[in-house]
């Protein structure tokens, strides 16, 4: 079974305070984080022609400008996964004080996920990881995070 996973993840009242795009919203996760989740469209009408942000599949062009921006407020994350059947990439960047403070990361399988997670504060406290711990496990496609907003 697919897990394909496009978002950004921040702590949720930096999140509430600084998300404005339109297509998507704020979906609390554990752990006092929250995603905003970027399917197709959104990430499509946020790319504004410039050179993608590497090494990334589904990263807007021009997001990471914005991304640090609301850096300034606090660590936010950037994580995209694309797993089948056990194998496929998990990717993520972490911005904090307006610049990039880890990442790009792109390894295939598990793992950058979890640690951009620790940068922004989560824990694994009794779970396999942050990745569960936070419950990004809850939905398989990023489109069905928009349902739990």
Same mark, same amino acid.
């Given at each position: ?9 921040a ?20 752990q ?21 942000f ?29 797993i089948w059947?056990?194998? %496929?990439?998990? #990717?993520? !960047?972490?911005?904090?004080? +307006? &610049?990039?403070?880890? /990442?790009?990361?792109? $390894?295939?399988? @598990? %793992?950058?996920? #979890?640690? !951009?997670?620790?940068?922004? +504060? &989560?824990?694994?406290? /009794?779970?396999?990881? $942050?990745?569960? @711990? ?16």
């Open positions: 079974m697919a897990y394909v996973l496009s978002a950004v993840v702590a949720e009242p930096l999140l509430r305070r600084v998300a404005d795009l339109p297509g998507t919203r704020v979906v609390p996760l554990a006092g984080l929250a995603m905003l989740p970027l399917p197709d469209a959104v990430r499509a009408a946020l790319d504004d022609g410039t050179r993608p590497t090494p990334f599949h589904e990263f807007p062009g021009g997001l990471q400008h914005t991304l640090a921006a609301w850096s300034d407020a606090g660590p936010v994350a950037y994580i995209e996964a694309d059947g056990g194998t %496929g990439d998990q #990717s993520v !960047a972490v911005w904090g004080r +307006g &610049a990039l403070t880890l /990442g790009p990361l792109v $390894e295939p399988n @598990a %793992g950058p996920i #979890s640690l !951009a997670l620790r940068h922004l +504060g &989560a824990h694994a406290d /009794g779970h396999h990881d $942050e990745f569960d @711990a936070v419950g990004l496990g809850r939905h398989r496609r990023t489109e069905a995070w928009l349902k739990d907003a």
